[in-house]
């Protein structure tokens, strides 16, 4: 077990807290943060960097989460859902994600929309056999439409009655800019895990790689799978625990934006390797947005994954 530092560098004033503990080769700094528990590996035995590295890396993605959450009613994400149709100024940052998203969207010829967030309010993954009818489905489809929505680099204009949801892009976001921070403070290696989304700059100390755990969703007989990873990022999509089931067919929460159903024929979990997390992220889910496809289009991309079905 971990020796548990007990410091005053963090005051229980405040909700967000940083606990950093000692492990065999160095540090872990954890907090919770975008509805996961995260946590920050580094290998090196100094408290006091530790302590630094852990509040910098936790205020990086609690910024980005007050920023993009749409359940935060001052983030961006709010302003301009909240916007009726008018013009919101936006910065460089806001203005590349919208970038990036539009890419995905390009990609997937539709089927990933960051605008099909709407659809929670006919589709609620509970593990209840809930299932929504065409006709409310149908009603959602109409306000979820990414070609209608306008942006330059200084600001967006959405028309009213839709909604933006940055959820698909923002937490892998986030591991790759805690991973910048992180090594503009220290050239130690780091594993930076946002609720297993994740990222390292370079092998642990001895030259071996980070071992991580895979979780496979809904088997509970079957143990973690550990792969190795010496550098770069890991990001897993799937259904573990947002689902329905109906008739003994198991709906998904990974749903089609162009359909509004889920994506039928899916594995239940694709974790994939890339260079940065925002990358593998994307293309975790634009493979199960693939169906009986997934494996196949994840082998053309020629990169590292791995697929339960």
Same mark, same amino acid.
């Given at each position: 077990?971990?020796?548990?530092?007990?410091?005053?560098?963090?005051? @229980?004033?405040?909700?967000?807290?940083?606990?950093?503990?000692?492990?065999?080769?160095? +540090?872990?700094?954890?907090?919770?943060?975008?509805?996961?528990?995260?946590?920050?590996?580094?290998?090196?035995?100094?408290? @006091?960097?530790?302590?630094?590295?852990?509040?910098?890396?936790?205020?990086?993605?609690?910024?980005?989460?007050?920023?993009?959450?749409?359940?935060?009613?001052?983030?961006?994400?709010?302003?301009?859902?909240?916007?009726?149709?008018?013009?919101?100024?936006?910065?460089?940052?806001?203005?590349? !994600?919208?970038?990036?998203?539009?890419?995905?969207?390009?990609?997937?010829?539709?089927?990933?929309?960051?605008?099909?967030?709407?659809?929670?309010?006919?589709?609620?993954?509970?593990?209840?056999?809930?299932?929504?009818?065409?006709?409310?489905?149908?009603?959602?489809?109409?306000?979820?439409?990414?070609?209608?929505?306008?942006?330059?680099?200084?600001?967006?204009?959405?028309?009213?009655?839709?909604?933006?949801?940055?959820?698909?892009?923002?937490?892998?976001?986030?591991?790759?800019?805690?991973?910048?921070?992180?090594?503009?403070?220290?050239?130690?290696?780091?594993?930076?895990?946002?609720?297993?989304?994740?990222?390292?700059?370079?092998?642990?100390?001895? /030259?071996?790689?980070?071992?991580?755990?895979?979780? +496979?969703?809904?088997?509970?007989?079957?143990?973690?799978?550990?792969?190795?990873?010496?550098?770069?990022?890991?990001?897993?999509?799937?259904?573990? @625990?947002?689902?329905?089931?109906?008739? /003994?067919?198991?709906?998904? +929460?990974?749903?089609?934006?162009?359909?509004?159903?889920?994506?039928?024929?899916?594995?239940?979990?694709?974790?994939?390797?890339?260079?940065?997390?925002?990358?593998?992220?994307?293309?975790?889910?634009?493979?199960?947005?693939?169906?009986?496809?997934?494996?196949?289009? !994840?082998?053309?991309?020629?990169?590292?994954?791995?697929?339960?079905?």
């Amino acid at each position: 077990m971990p020796n548990r530092y007990k410091g005053s560098d963090l005051s @229980k004033k405040i909700k967000r807290s940083v606990e950093v503990l000692a492990t065999a080769d160095g +540090h872990c700094m954890r907090f919770d943060a975008m509805a996961s528990p995260c946590e920050i590996l580094v290998a090196g035995s100094d408290l @006091k960097l530790a302590q630094t590295l852990g509040q910098l890396v936790a205020d990086e993605v609690w910024r980005i989460e007050d920023k993009y959450s749409r359940y935060k009613t001052n983030s961006v994400c709010s302003i301009i859902n909240n916007s009726s149709g008018q013009s919101i100024a936006i910065d460089q940052e806001t203005f590349a !994600l919208l970038n990036f998203a539009d890419t995905c969207y390009q990609l997937s010829e539709g089927v990933f929309d960051i605008t099909s967030g709407v659809l929670r309010k006919v589709w609620c993954f509970d593990g209840s056999d809930n299932i929504p009818n065409e006709a409310n489905v149908q009603k959602v489809l109409q306000n979820i439409a990414w070609e209608k929505v306008q942006f330059d680099q200084q600001q967006i204009t959405l028309p009213a009655n839709m909604e933006l949801d940055f959820g698909g892009i923002g937490k892998e976001y986030a591991v790759d800019r805690a991973l910048l921070i992180a090594e503009q403070l220290t050239s130690l290696p780091i594993l930076v895990n946002l609720g297993g989304d994740l990222a390292a700059n370079k092998p642990r100390q001895d /030259n071996t790689p980070w071992q991580v755990g895979i979780e +496979h969703p809904g088997f509970i007989d079957r143990k973690p799978m550990v792969v190795s990873l010496l550098s770069g990022a890991l990001a897993t999509s799937g259904d573990a @625990k947002r689902f329905l089931l109906r008739n /003994n067919i198991r709906y998904s +929460h990974i749903l089609n934006a162009k359909t509004g159903w889920p994506v039928a024929q899916a594995p239940r979990s694709i974790t994939v390797v890339a260079p940065q997390c925002i990358q593998a992220g994307i293309l975790a889910t634009l493979a199960l947005m693939q169906g009986e496809n997934a494996e196949t289009f !994840l082998s053309e991309q020629e990169i590292k994954f791995w697929a339960i079905r």
